[in-house]
């Protein structure tokens, strides 16, 4: 079965560069999640989004932001790079079914591989 | 405090063990229960999904959801060395849509020994 996509799985940058990672979400799923998961930490949510809208947002730098296009794949972008943004990136994906108040479809969250950042 | 407790272990057990992994969360807004098993440098993987209070089994794995006690475990039964890795368990808050972000608790270390 196809699963999420992450690209690059790994991206080495220097301080106060840019980055950006891509996500492919499993074929059919509507809502993309993305996380943040320092070493030795758990993943800790950024944002979200749902048929191309930010639905969610979490512990975001104001220095990320993110979007959804069209075919559903999401960007996550990072300017002015701290050391500190060293960590792994994971996109979860998921269908959640298009009903009134958004209040259907299904919970389960499936994760992609994952981009390693390190900022140097 | 955090809003989800995990033990970090690591927890070290003999091939054909039953394991014991658990979780308490503080916040009662939580509704919706997940399991996930990572290896080293991978993503997460997903186990198990339980909503309503009472055990959920799969295979080897059985989910358990307790809510008056605000508390989550995962059973292996038969464990065996692949399933040495880190168990994950998450939890959101809501079905709608702007709010099913996941809160993870901080991982178990499992290592099943052959």
């Known amino acids: 079965a196809a699963g999420v996509i992450q690209s690059p799985r790994h991206l080495i940058k220097e301080k106060r560069e840019t980055a950006t990672l891509k996500c492919y979400p499993i074929p059919r799923h509507d809502t993309v999640y993305w996380y943040q998961q320092g070493p030795g930490q758990d993943p800790q949510f950024l944002i979200s989004?749902?048929?191309?809208?930010?639905?969610d947002k979490g512990s975001i730098p104001d220095r990320f932001s993110a979007q959804q296009f069209s075919d559903y794949h999401s960007e996550l972008n990072m300017s002015s790079l701290e050391l500190g943004d060293s960590a792994l990136y994971f996109c979860a994906s998921s269908l959640v079914a298009s009903t009134r108040g958004g209040a259907g479809g299904s919970y389960e969250q499936y994760f992609g591989p994952g981009t390693r950042l390190t900022v140097t | 405090q955090k809003e989800v407790e995990q033990d970090p272990g690591p927890l070290s057990v003999p091939e054909g063990a039953i394991v014991s992994l658990n979780c308490t969360y503080s916040n009662s807004a939580f509704q919706y229960f997940m399991w996930y098993r990572q290896y080293s440098r991978k993503g997460p993987e997903l186990l198990m999904y339980?909503?309503?209070?009472g055990n959920k089994e799969d295979g080897r794995f059985t989910a358990q959801v307790d809510k008056s006690s605000k508390y989550i475990s995962l059973f292996i039964r038969d464990s065996q060395p692949s399933d040495s890795a880190t168990y994950l368990c998450?939890?959101?808050?809501?079905?709608?849509?702007?709010?099913?972000?996941?809160?993870f608790g901080s991982g178990t270390r499992l290592q099943v020994q052959p």
């Open positions: 339980t909503y309503s209070s």
């Open positions: 998450a939890m959101s808050r809501s079905p709608y849509t702007g709010r099913r972000a996941l809160t």
């Open positions: 989004f749902y048929e191309k809208m930010q639905s």
